[in-house]
């Protein structure tokens, strides 16, 4: 059954409460931490967090990105009794160093993550990625910039069987600060091998709703070209998230 989780979330930010900033900050994270419960007829818990982290250095423009997802539901069954099943486990880590050259908006990439999602069609992906990564657009309220690159990709499926295969990396990050107080943010990547192809997304809009208090639309897309008769190709999570901003 295709997942589509929609989660409220409390985050906890380690950024400024405007967005507009005179100098880059040379290190920025934020962390969110999410929790439903909800009771009656079918009885949820669902817990989401994670953290992004942005290191900006004189050689070097680093990117890292952790995140899970849980979440258990209690229905009762045909005979009355409660039962008890996990219908979302995810953990996804990457992390992305980007090498200055001559011209600090071209760079050379080196790329990692793993996914472990429990219930997809795979028990682990996992990707080794190098390449060209450049700053295309940076002014006051527009950021863009793209990398690509071959690599390879390690996946075993639920059944055990290895589809590792040579892959063509390509990804893209843009940001607009609308105001100096809401932001529209969109990655897109893709890895496309003979094997399979895997492609996330997401869209994020967040705007300051007071002091150091926001509030945070968005939307993330998972799909895999190759998966089991009984799978569905596309995942996609949906939350509205608060965001607290420490300094």
């Not at 880059?24 to 818990?45: A, D, R, V, Y």
């Not at 039962?83 to 486990?89: D, L």
């Amino acid at each position: 059954m295709k997942k589509r989780v929609l989660t409220t979330i409390i985050a906890f930010s380690l950024a400024p409460s405007a967005f507009a900033q005179d100098k880059p900050k040379p290190f920025t994270m934020e962390g969110e931490l999410g929790f439903i419960s909800t009771t009656g007829n079918t009885e949820t818990t669902s817990i989401n967090a994670g953290i992004t982290a942005h290191q900006e250095l004189e050689m070097w423009s680093n990117d890292y990105l952790i995140e899970g997802l849980y979440k258990e539901e209690t229905v009762e069954g045909d005979d009355g009794e409660d039962v008890e099943f996990t219908s979302a486990q995810k953990f996804f880590a990457s992390a992305q160093g980007n090498y200055k050259l001559d011209n600090p908006d071209n760079r050379l990439f080196g790329f990692a993550s793993f996914e472990d999602d429990r219930l997809s069609n795979f028990n682990y992906q996992a990707t080794l990625a190098l390449g060209w990564n450049q700053k295309v657009l940076q002014n006051e309220r527009h950021t863009l910039e793209y990398s690509i690159g071959p690599g390879y990709s390690f996946v075993e499926t639920q059944d055990g069987e290895d589809q590792d295969s040579v892959i063509v990396r390509a990804s893209t990050a843009y940001t607009w600060l609308i105001s100096d107080t809401s932001k529209f943010t969109q990655t897109l990547s893709t890895e496309v091998g003979s094997e399979n192809t895997k492609s996330r997304a997401e869209s994020a809009l967040t705007a300051v709703i007071t002091g150091n208090l926001s509030m945070r639309l968005s939307f993330k897309m998972d799909h895999n070209s190759d998966v089991a008769e009984n799978r569905d190709n596309l995942d996609t999570e949906t939350a509205v998230s608060l965001v607290y901003n420490f300094f």
